[in-house]
Nanobody
Framework: QVHLVESGGGLVQAGGSLRLSCAASGRTFSSYTMGWFRQASGKEREFVAGIKWSGSSTYYADSVKDRFTISRDNAKNTMSLQMNSLKPGDTAVYYC??????????????????WGQGTQVTVSS
């Protein structure tokens, strides 16, 4: 079993920055992908960014490209999402996820088997 815990959410003004972290524990494999998704109130969960755990491949939604940066620390089993130039439209609960996928498939909710509990990000205007 894999356990994921997010941290780092909060309230920030538009234009500000936040850094989310996800700690993974339990049974993991070197070929998995970790991703960030978000879900705004009344909307479906959507892909934000993903990263292969054993490689340098990263994936971003068009809406966050050039503003968000995903990274991972294999030694600590952690993943981070640096969010800059935040907009009110980025307000959502952000979820960490782990799955076994590659390419465009990694943008699908169904590609991930394990999820964290989520952390709230609120961007005020």
């Amino acid at each position: 079993q894999v356990h994921l815990v997010e941290s780092g959410g909060g309230l920030v003004q538009a234009g500000g920055s936040l850094r989310l972290s996800c700690a993974a524990s339990g049974r993991t494999f070197s070929s998995y992908t970790m991703g960030w998704f978000r879900q705004a109130s009344g909307k479906e969960r959507e892909f934000v960014a993903g990263i292969k755990w054993s490689g340098s491949s990263t994936y971003y939604a068009d809406s966050v490209k050039d503003r968000f940066t995903i990274s991972r620390d294999n030694a600590k089993n952690t993943m981070s999402l640096q969010m800059n130039s935040l907009k009110p439209g980025d307000t959502a609960v952000y979820y960490c996820a782990l799955g076994y996928c590659s390419g465009d498939v990694c943008q699908r909710v169904g590609a991930y088997d394990y999820w964290g509990q989520g952390t709230q990000v609120t961007v005020s205007s």
